[in-house]
Nanobody, 125 residues
Framework: QVQLVESGGGLVQAGDSLRLSCAASGRTFSNYAMGWFRQGPGKEREFVAVITWSGGSTYYADSVKGRFSISRDNAKNTVYLQMNSLKPEDTAVYYC??????????????????WGQGTQVTVSS
C-alpha cells in the first residue's frame, strides 16, 4: 500500500507559476513510476506528466509540454510538478498517482495503482 498526499495548489493569475508536491508513504517509493493527472470542471481526468522510478525518463501531455516539469526526490519520498506560464485552462484538481511498474511511462489512469486525494489549482485570467 502507498499513501499519497498532494500539496501546493492555490489560486494564481495567468502567467504565474506553482509547484505541486506529492508526499508518499508506505511501500518503497523509489520502486514506483509517479504520474500527475488533472480533472477540470466537467471534464474527464486526464494525464499530465510521468516520471520513472529513477527519474531518468519523463513524458508529458502535449498541452503542458515546455511549461510543466516533473521531478522526484527519492530520499524525501516526494514527487514534484513545477508549473510555469499557467493558463486558465490549467484550472483543475491535480492528482498524483503511483505505478508499480517503475520503468513505465504510463499515461492511462488504469496503469496506476494508488492515487492521492488531489489539490485544487485555479488560474484566473
Amino acid at each position: 500500500q502507498v499513501q499519497l498526499v498532494e500539496s501546493g495548489g492555490g489560486l494564481v493569475q495567468a502567467g504565474d507559476s506553482l509547484r505541486l508536491s506529492c508526499a508518499a508513504s508506505g511501500r518503497t517509493f523509489s520502486n514506483y513510476a509517479m504520474g500527475w493527472f488533472r480533472q477540470g470542471p466537467g471534464k474527464e481526468r486526464e494525464f499530465v506528466a510521468v516520471i520513472t522510478w529513477s527519474g531518468g525518463s519523463t513524458y508529458y501531455a502535449d498541452s503542458v509540454k515546455g511549461r510543466f516539469s516533473i521531478s522526484r526526490d527519492n530520499a524525501k519520498n516526494t514527487v514534484y510538478l513545477q508549473m510555469n506560464s499557467l493558463k486558465p485552462e490549467d484550472t483543475a484538481v491535480y492528482y498524483c498517482a503511483a505505478d508499480r511498474i517503475g520503468y513505465r511511462l504510463g499515461h492511462r489512469k488504469s496503469e496506476y495503482d494508488y492515487w492521492g486525494q488531489g489539490t485544487q489549482v485555479t488560474v484566473s485570467s
